[in-house]
């Protein structure tokens, strides 16, 4: 397994949680990691990027301002930090890396893709 998220679950509206998504060394090294959700009935949407090597950052319309996307390079590992959490929110939601390209937002710009971990929002 190259990529495992986790950290998903049940929050109340307005509360808080942090995705995790660990990688093995070699899929680490890519350029890009990103997030993405799938919401029931819906095609799967970009949330968040981040760069490996400079740290920048890039977020989706529906996201800025709640969702913070960060790294730990010594773990391996991207983080999705989400506060403000409404009931849109709720999604299985994706990490992914792409090996080259730098903050992409499309689909197939991402080469890995972890298994995905539910997130549900109640109102």
């Known amino acids: 397994v190259q990529l495992q998220a986790s950290g998903g679950g049940l929050v109340q509206a307005g509360g808080s949680l942090r995705l995790s998504c660990a990688a093995s060394r070699r899929t680490y090294s890519s350029a890009s990691w990103g997030w993405f959700r799938e919401a029931a009935g819906k095609e799967r949407e970009f949330i968040a990027a981040?760069?490996?090597?400079?740290?920048?950052?890039a977020y989706a319309d529906s996201v800025k301002g709640r969702f913070t996307i960060s790294r730990d390079n010594a773990k391996n590992t991207v983080y999705l930090q989400m506060n403000s959490l409404k009931a849109e929110d709720t999604a299985v939601y994706y990490c992914?890396?792409?090996?080259?390209?730098?903050?992409?937002?499309?689909?197939?710009?991402?080469?890995?893709w972890g298994q995905g971990t539910q997130v549900t929002v109640s109102s």
């Open positions: 992914a890396a792409a090996r080259l390209r730098y903050l992409p937002s499309r689909m197939g710009e991402y080469d890995y």
């Open positions: 981040i760069s490996r090597s400079d740290g920048s950052t």
